[in-house]
């Protein structure tokens, strides 16, 4: 091993170190055995991995996998990584390090390395300047590193085949949905930016980021995605959608479907629709999956979309959202980053001009803010002491599904008997400055 791969001796004939590309076989085949669900996704999930080791990535590099290793043997025993990425907050950037592929085999687990190797990636992140990290995950698991499920992840509604019309007998496809090209880039950024719009948090994607989920991850990669552009007969493009390369349970997903301003969502979803019908019997038949079974069409586009608007009852199978983990150490250093944001909520609310404090206690710490005039002129955090008056409870790390939008002011005093607002006013202005609000962040892999 390179002296300048390791990080520190964990004991027990363990040391904790940086991969190098060198790892890429071993580390592909470990990442394949500990997350592979199917035998069709472990030479995905292998291939994710590869390419993250050997491949040029816009942010990513081979040393930010970290791997716990057994000395004697040379064996990978457990292993994540951090892909560092920038979102926004209602238009507001701010850097995220995102936490993948973790695992440990079995043989090893309950010996903290997880937390060990946590410990090195949240340094790594704060290095970085990075305000939040986040991870999509199995339930609970990460909510002993400091992590809340608190960021609206995926969830949809699904469409079967008798649903939607059939074009009639010589009827033409109004719309195509072709390969993308080099050239579509820019066209397909501006539509994405005007699609970010509508989301509480977003992610950032540019030509290069853009590029390298088009044309950068190998055919098997678990993320890579097809992206189409919808044309017009006459060759107009209006918009572009993204799907996997197989079908998932009963049928095609469609991850992405955006359409650049001016454009009916009524006029084209409906096609959209009947091509992800046959993209999916296409796949079906290519996997040799029964065709009855794969008669579905899912927009993966969370808890608010406009395909759901125009389609309405042809979408009936709903998918519930589940939930990015995020953690955000300093959260004082983060709403003060996001003053912008909330100053335009109140701005835009029936609150305008609000001045007063409002103490949010989360029982073992809280968090002080302080308006002037509708301005955020002071945030800060604070140990709550016996007796001290609050304005709002929130347990645990609740109050981060309030802050990105998950859960409402009302939902959180609903499902937590301790969360609580002193006041109506309270409640009021609480809600004002966090409303709920959907988000569909397409995270950098």
């Known amino acids: 091993m390179q002296n300048d791969l390791f990080i520190r001796d964990l004991g027990d004939g363990l040391i904790l170190r940086h991969a190098a590309p060198s790892d890429a076989d071993a580390l592909a085949d470990f990442n394949a055995k500990i997350h592979g669900e199917s035998e069709s996704d472990a030479p995905r999930l292998a291939a994710w991995t590869r390419d993250l080791l050997t491949h040029p990535h816009p942010t990513f590099n081979a040393d930010d996998f970290t791997i716990v290793e057994e000395t004697a043997t040379g064996r990978i025993v457990s292993s994540c990584n951090l892909i560092s990425q920038q979102w926004a907050y209602e238009g507001v950037p701010f850097g995220v390090g995102r936490v993948e592929l973790v695992g440990t085999l ?6 903290g390395l997880i937390r060990a190797q946590f410990d090195e990636l949240h340094k790594w992140s704060a290095a970085r300047g990075e305000m939040v990290q ?6 609970y698991f990460y909510r002993q590193f400091g992590y809340e499920m608190g960021l609206e992840l995926g969830g949809g509604r699904v469409g079967f085949e008798p649903l939607f019309p059939r074009l009639k007998e010589g009827e033409s496809e109004p719309f195509t949905f072709r390969a993308v090209r080099e050239a579509d880039i820019p066209f397909m950024l501006e539509v994405y930016a005007h699609a970010q719009k509508r989301g509480l948090v977003t992610s950032h994607r540019d030509e290069k980021i853009l590029r390298y989920e088009i044309f950068g991850k190998s055919a098997e990669n678990v993320n890579r995605l097809e992206f189409r552009v919808i044309e017009r007969a006459d060759g107009e ?9 197989y079908n998932w349970n009963l049928g095609l997903v469609l991850f992405e479907f955006e359409l650049k301003p001016g454009v009916s969502w009524l006029e084209v979803s409906l096609s959209a629709a009947r091509y992800g019908l046959a993209k999916g ?14 008669s579905g069409v ?15 009852d042809r979408l009936p ?25 909330l100053e335009k909520r109140l701005a835009e609310s029936y609150l305008v001009g609000y001045s007063g404090t409002l103490a ?19 945030v800060e955090s604070y140990k709550p002491a016996s007796g001290m008056h609050t304005d709002a409870g929130f347990p645990d790390l609740s109050f981060l599904q309030l802050l990105f ?3 409402s002011m009302d939902e959180l005093r609903a499902h937590y008997a301790d969360c609580y607002a002193d006041s109506e006013d309270t409640h009021v202005v609480t809600a004002a400055l966090f409303p709920k609000k959907s988000s569909q962040v397409v995270g950098l892999t």
Do not use: N
């Open 360 to 378: 949010y206690t989360f029982y073992r710490d809280g968090l002080k803010l302080v308006f002037e005039k509708g301005k955020l002129k002071e």
């Open 317 to 341: 199978r709903i998918r519930l959202a589940y939930a990015w983990y995020v953690r955000v150490p300093d959260l004082a250093g983060f709403v003060r980053h996001i003053a912008p944001a």
């Open 134 to 139: 986040s991870i999509t995950g199995i339930p």
């Open 298 to 312: 899912a927009f993966w586009h969370g808890t608010a979309h406009p395909a759901y608007v125009v389609l309405r």
């Open 281 to 294: 019997k296409e796949y079906a038949q290519r996997d040799g999956d029964p065709l009855e079974m794969k």
């Open 237 to 245: 493009p209006v918009g572009y959608l993204t799907h996997p390369q």
């Open 106 to 111: 079995a043989e090893f687990r309950g010996r």
């Open 405 to 407: 939008g998950y859960r």
